[in-house]
């Protein structure tokens, strides 16, 4: 079973930029599709990007599209998630979770969620 641990969170005006990090232990992450996902309080879980074992295949949210990135670096078991031009609708907290299987994106079964990084996008 993996472990996930996020960090890079933060407060930041809109406009700035973050970088997620959602490493892995106890498995290769790249065994696994990668996802990025937002909660807020009241609100269910966003899909907000996925990346497959090698980093072929990506996708995105519609509300991201063109201002988020993500992509992974399997030598240090690690996936990113490259914030830029954030507005106050992106504040949340950002988990990641792997699924197996073959990709399909954003409806992949994912699991083995990280326990969260706050990022708050002040107006």
């Known amino acids: 079973q993996v472990q996930l641990v996020e960090s890079g969170g933060g407060l930041v005006q809109a406009g700035g930029s973050l970088r997620l990090s959602c490493a892995g232990s106890?498995?290769?992450?790249?065994?696994?599709?990668t996802g990025w996902f937002r909660q807020v309080p009241g609100k269910e879980r966003e899909f907000v990007a996925a990346?497959?074992?090698?980093?072929?295949?990506?996708e995105y949210a519609d509300s991201v599209k063109g201002r988020f990135t993500i992509s992974r670096d399997n030598a240090k078991n690690t996936v990113y998630l490259q914030l830029n031009t954030l507005k106050p609708e992106d504040t949340g907290v950002y988990s990641c979770?792997?699924?197996?299987?073959?990709?399909?994106?954003?409806?992949?079964?994912?699991?083995?969620w990280g326990q969260g990084t706050q990022v708050t996008v002040s107006p």
């Open positions: 979770a792997v699924a197996n299987g073959v990709w399909v994106g954003k409806s992949s079964n994912f699991g083995s």
């Open positions: 106890g498995r290769t992450l790249s065994a696994f599709i």
């Open positions: 990346i497959s074992r090698v980093g072929i295949r990506t």
